[in-house]
């Protein structure tokens, strides 16, 4: 089956790092996404891996483990506009297929 | 201006209607997607497709068809067949390019049922 998983809610403060876990289950995987989404508004795009490894995208890293079924976002410098929901998407290997987690609602406190 | 985009932003039906979401995108992406996303809930595949005249069921397919008769729309018709129709619904088209890879959503269409 497929399962995605990270934690439902966490809180940080304002100028803190934050650091958001997703494990995953898929029938094949290819790559794994991160999606910021704030309240009302689409999902917009932050990271994509395919290799094992942290990725650094300024104050945002993502890390993939292909052997352990497990990624990370990393938000550092946190600041109050970064209070939003964070989607870990999985991609399947054989087709385009991508499913998501439930998300994870962030909050920040000043 | 590229991009991805859905229209109307809100649209509100009668119970028993069906009713069609457009999606339209000029980014000559070719895999596009349909998902549903539920409050304070993550985002559910409907349906997707790779290619032009070629679409896939999602998890949560029943009450919903498609088509992709040109690679730059891939509308999603919500029928009376569906239970729950109400939610906010998303569009995105997808660009591959090996190592990295993109995804693209439009602004949703937020669908009440009355």
């Known amino acids: 089956g497929q399962n995605i998983d990270q934690p439902t809610e966490m809180t940080a403060t304002e100028g803190a790092i934050v650091q958001i876990n997703c494990t995953y289950q898929?029938?094949?995987?290819?790559?794994l996404f991160w999606y910021q989404q704030h309240a009302g508004e689409a999902p917009t795009f932050l990271s994509y891996?395919?290799?094992?490894g942290l990725e650094e995208k300024g104050r945002f890293s993502s890390f993939l483990s292909r052997s352990k079924g497990y990624s990370y976002l990393l938000l550092k410098e946190l600041q109050m506009k970064d209070s939003a929901s964070y989607l870990c998407a999985a991609q399947g290997q054989k087709d385009d297929k991508i499913i998501f987690g439930k998300g994870t609602r962030l909050h920040i406190l000043p | 201006d590229g991009g991805i985009t859905q229209s109307p932003k809100y649209l509100f039906r009668k119970e028993g209607q069906n009713v069609t979401l457009s999606c339209e995108q000029n980014l000559n992406h070719d895999a596009m997607y349909w998902y549903r996303q539920d409050p304070g809930q993550g985002l559910r595949l409907i349906y997707y497709s790779q290619i032009v005249n070629d679409f896939q069921k999602g998890d949560i397919a029943e009450g919903y068809s498609v088509s992709r008769e040109k690679k730059e729309s891939f509308p999603l018709t919500v029928t009376s067949a569906q239970k729950n129709p109400t939610a906010f619904y998303l569009c995105?088209?997808?660009?591959?390019?090996?190592?990295?890879?993109?995804?693209?959503f439009g602004p949703g269409t937020r669908l009440t049922v009355l």
């Open positions: 891996n395919v290799l094992d």
């Open positions: 898929t029938s094949g995987f290819n790559g």
């Open positions: 995105a088209s997808r660009e591959s390019r090996g190592i990295t890879d993109t995804q693209y």
